[in-house]
């Protein structure tokens, strides 16, 4: 395989794209985008409506630990659901739509760009806890590696100075 002008580190993005695009495809862009807005949108009813259950939960549950769990549970499914029943209405609407074409078509791009923000996460986490030195060749030698290394640089960007500890840029030889 030495002689091959990819290596497994390549094979594994193209395997990823091409999944996450596929997957896209069949959903659709409305329900891929309905699916991120409700996970998202549970998460902002947990952070707004926990503090107000929180007490009344803690009056019930002895132990505090259970009762915020159970709250936050609670509460994160509740939204769930509530907005998939939505999410399912509007989905299928579409679906019986002339815009079935036109919503797989950019459930598809939609695909392919989450796949290669999952690419370059994973390699921020890589990056993190593998040293260099220590990176497998097939990492190293891969041709997506730099547009990967792009990618995860980007997204560094985007995350607030106050957020994560990444350190300094993510290219092989330690410069950004």
Same mark, same amino acid.
């Given at each position: 395989?030495?002689?091959?002008?990819?290596?497994?580190?390549?094979?594994?993005?193209?395997?990823?794209?091409?999944?996450?695009?596929?997957?896209?495809?069949?959903? $659709? !862009?409305?329900?891929?985008?309905?699916?991120?807005? $409700?996970?998202?949108?549970?998460? !902002?009813?947990v952070l707004?409506?926990?503090?107000?259950?929180?007490?009344? +939960?803690?009056?019930?549950?002895?132990?505090?630990?259970?009762?915020?769990?159970?709250? $936050?549970?609670?509460?994160?499914?509740?939204?769930?659901?509530?907005?998939?029943?939505?999410?399912?209405?509007?989905?299928?609407?579409?679906?019986?739509?002339?815009l079935n074409?036109?919503? /797989?078509?950019?459930?598809?791009? !939609? $695909?392919?760009?989450?796949?290669?923000?999952?690419?370059?996460?994973?390699?921020?986490?890589?990056?993190?806890?593998?040293?260099? +030195?220590? /990176?497998?060749?097939?990492?190293?030698?891969? /041709?997506? /590696?730099?547009?990967?290394?792009?990618?995860?640089?980007?997204?560094?960007?985007?995350?607030?100075?106050?957020?994560?500890?990444?350190?300094?840029?993510?290219?092989?030889?330690?410069?950004?």
């Amino acid at each position: 395989m030495a002689d091959l002008p990819f290596t497994v580190a390549d094979v594994g993005v193209l395997i990823v794209l091409i999944i996450s695009a596929l997957l896209a495809f069949a959903r $659709g !862009f409305i329900k891929e985008t309905l699916s991120v807005v $409700g996970w998202v949108g549970a998460i !902002f009813a947990v952070l707004y409506i926990f503090p107000v259950l929180q007490p009344f +939960a803690r009056d019930l549950i002895p132990l505090n630990i259970l009762a915020d769990a159970v709250t $936050g549970s609670v509460i994160f499914l509740a939204a769930l659901v509530t907005i998939s029943i939505v999410s399912y209405a509007i989905t299928k609407r579409v679906r019986e739509s002339s815009l079935n074409a036109i919503d /797989r078509s950019l459930g598809f791009l !939609f $695909g392919l760009l989450r796949g290669a923000v999952v690419i370059c996460i994973a390699y921020l986490v890589l990056v993190q806890l593998v040293p260099v +030195a220590e /990176r497998p060749i097939w990492i190293q030698e891969a /041709r997506s /590696r730099p547009p990967v290394e792009i990618g995860a640089n980007l997204l560094i960007k985007l995350v607030p100075e106050t957020g994560w500890a990444f350190s300094e840029g993510t290219s092989e030889d330690g410069e950004e």
